[in-house]
């Protein structure tokens, strides 16, 4: 494979897609714009495919989303190479890139990166990202490693379970009793379809789930405000902005301050995690696994 995919040119692609643009991956790669634009059509040539769509910024196909992530992988396995034959420099660090979602990232994540050993010297690129969506970014190979929903592994990685996180249907107690009928006979499922509502942002369903759970046929008020950011979330409900659907962890300190109140005490969700990474012998990745899962398991249980 390695003569059918020269190195070079698997390189330049990998620029291309990085930097954005043919002229910044000349810049980076100290060439010109026309030597670049040549190895993308070589590469393109050798594969008999279209691997760049010509936007700005430029975007893989599907065949060049393969080519980006064998390109990535290489440069993991010759920087490992490198490290385990003394041939990097002191100050030399390894870079991790992983998808998670904003939840895990404002709830157990970031503790789970504490728990790496310094010596590996690890430095981390998050990409936040829904967990239906981040194994999209493994299989376009921008991310090493991702926490996602989905149990079915993207071709050349592992997946091993994390557990499960809950969320909790909640609002301001002020809110609650406005909207949704708290200290009164009034049933939530009549009332829940036309209450104002938070969400994440336009693919976030928990808030519909929910409110189909209790009420067939029917969704979360067309009121809603999007709030793209988890503490933003959070702050938003506990505003009394909306109701929605908190990570167990946010949620549980506000109960108790009587900042939140809960909706009902039946209907939580959970949603499992998982961890899928590339089927490297890498070193740093495998330790930032093993940290994840340790942390996982003390946050989130199986």
Known sequence: MMSDLPTDLVRTLLAVVDEGTFDAAAGALHVTPSAVS????????????????????????????????????LARLEQDAHTALGMTGSAETTRVSI???????????????????????????LRREDEDHTAQLLREGLVMAAVTSSPDAVAGC?????????????????FARRWLGAGS?????????DAPVVAFDRRDDFQDAFVRRLRRGHRASA???????????????????????LPAAQAEPLLDAERLVLLTPDRSTEVPLFW???????????????????????ALGT
């Not at 994540?109 to 728990?115: G, K, M, N, Q, S």
């Not at 592992?158 to 002020?174: E, I, K, Q």
């Not at 009121?223 to 659907?245: I, L």
């Open 185 to 193: 006979d009034v049933p939530l499922r009549e009332v829940i379809a």
């Open 99 to 125: 998808a998670v979602n904003a939840d895990s990232l404002a709830t157990w994540f970031l503790p789970a990166l504490t728990r790496v050993p310094e010596e590996l010297r690890a430095c981390y690129e």
């Open 223 to 245: 009121q809603r405000h999007f709030v793209p950011t988890s503490e933003g979330f959070v702050d938003a409900v506990a505003a009394g902005m909306g109701w929605g659907m």
């Open 158 to 174: 592992s997946v091993r379970a994390l557990g499960r996180m809950r969320y909790l249907p909640v609002a301001a107690p002020a």
């Open 38 to 73: 040549q190895r993308v059509k070589a590469l393109e040539q050798r594969t008999g495919r279209v691997l760049l769509v010509r936007t700005k910024p430029v975007r893989p196909t599907e065949s060049g989303a393969v080519i980006v992530r064998f390109a990535r992988q």
């Open 276 to 298: 899928q990474q590339w089927k490297l012998d890498s070193p740093a990745l495998t330790a930032v696994a093993e940290a994840v899962a340790a942390t996982a398991a003390d």
